[in-house]
């Protein structure tokens, strides 16, 4: 019994010389990791304020040879030609155009996709189409800008409306609401799956059939989540830059309709920022200014969707 309680008693010290250095380890795990966490974060945020800082100093170089009244009202762009013209009317039309009519192909269709792998479809299939639909989404742009020219507007615009040019707006709006489309399908699908199942049963024991629970039980449940990912797949299409530049044209154009050959702003960047101009020049500083105008255009579209969110939020116990 001497031995045991001797035993015990250097087990117990022990014990007691290893907690606190224990404790410090761990302490100093925990710390850095902290660190690590805290220097990520800090990467990130000092990345977005040097591309701020960046787009503002050349834009308040551009607004000070250009007047902004001249920039927001007149319809032309021709900044390489003579006599010079600073509308953004045509480019931020362009760009409207392409997004509008992309919205109108992936906004339906990824809807209605995320309604079937979320209420109709087995798991088995569920399982199948989410790797397809992200499969989609890896495809690399200037792919799809290539299939846009050559397969789109060739074989389908042109033969649907004959006499357009090969360069076009509908070809453009078409593949880039293709590209967008698992965007809207797999964050409409993540808000559905977030329901609670006791709202669908509860709607299905008082009679309701499945299209009823999925339309006006789970899709209005889910709304908030569904609208924020419609605004980021917009945002994502208004940012496309190869399948617009290689599809929709290079031609600085006013106009709604989608036949028409149209440049958006993120084409004109790439045309400006490939070419021979030179840098400090006003030319050169005209892609901050459209740079500058297509971050506040998306900065508001993301404030809209944390609005919405929150608007709409629901939270289930």
Known sequence: MAVRATEAQTSVSRIRRRGPLEARLRH?????????????????????????ATLLEETVGFFR??????????????????????????????????????????????LLTAIFLSEYAPSWLRSVVKPVLEVL??????????????????????????GTKIFNAASAAIVVGIMIIPMVASLSEDAMAAVPYSLREGAYA?????????????????LSGIVASF????????????IVTLAAGATPNLTWDPLQSVQTMTAYIVQVSLGDTPQGSLEFRT??????TLFLMTLAMNIASQYLLQRFREVYE
């Open 137 to 162: 989404a890896g495809i690399p742009t200037v792919v799809l800008g290539f299939f846009a020219l050559t397969f789109v507007s060739e074989d389908v615009i042109q033969v649907l409306f004959p």
């Open 28 to 52: 100093g795990r925990e710390a850095a990791v902290h660190g690590a966490l805290f220097l990520c974060a800090f990467v990130s945020v000092f990345t977005t304020l040097a591309i701020i």
């Open 65 to 110: 040879e250009v007047s902004i009244v001249d920039f927001l009202t007149d319809t032309k762009w021709t900044p390489q030609f003579k006599p010079q013209h600073f509308g953004i009317l045509s480019l931020l039309a362009g760009t409207l155009l392409v997004a509008i009519g992309a919205a109108a192909v992936a906004l339906p269709v990824g």
């Open 206 to 222: 008082l009679g309701s059939t499945r299209y009823e629970v999925a339309l006006r039980v789970v899709v209005p449940a889910a």
């Open 287 to 292: 892609i901050f200014a459209v740079g500058m």
């Open 231 to 242: 605004i980021l797949a917009i945002s994502r299409a208004i940012g496309e830059t190869m």
